[in-house]
């Protein structure tokens, strides 16, 4: 027996996720046109009372669990946010001390061991900066 719309179309079955009525399936207009009803009738029969206060608890914890999780998820992607900027000041605490030594060093330049210090922490230098543009998250 086919359950008609007003509007003249066959009704779907679709389900209930209300705490009166949890999973409980009924016949409903498939366009869900504001025009049209909704709800044509039920196609399961009632639960009981028991039935409907277990589900409903378990939908409860469900959502509070769901809750919680993103709570934790949202906290470890701070955390990554977190580590990652604090990786990207040290990187850059190290360029600032590498250039300043660097800048000490010019005075030197007649030494040649001075000038072979003076080339490392410049490749250093280039290298770090190489690495924070590698590693900026999009």
């Not at 007003?6 to 409903?28: D, H, K, Q």
Request: charge should be positive; hydrophobic fraction near 40%.
């Amino acid at each position: 027996m086919a359950v008609r719309c007003a509007c003249g179309l066959e009704g779907v079955i679709r389900t209930s996720w209300t705490n009166r009525n949890p999973r409980r399936r009924f016949y409903g207009c498939p366009t869900l046109s504001p025009t049209c009803v909704n709800f044509l009738g039920w196609y399961d029969p009632p639960m009981c009372q028991r039935s409907v206060q277990i589900i409903s608890g378990l939908l409860r914890s469900r959502n509070e669990l769901e809750e919680i999780l993103a709570m934790v998820e949202a906290k470890q992607s701070n955390a990554r946010k977190l580590f990652f900027l604090l990786e990207v000041l040290s990187r850059c605490a190290r360029i600032e001390k590498l250039e300043r030594l660097l800048g000490n060093l010019v005075a030197y330049k007649t030494r040649e061991h001075l000038r072979r210090i003076q080339k490392a922490v410049l490749v250093e230098v280039i290298e770090l900066k190489k690495e924070l543009r590698l590693q900026v998250p999009s």
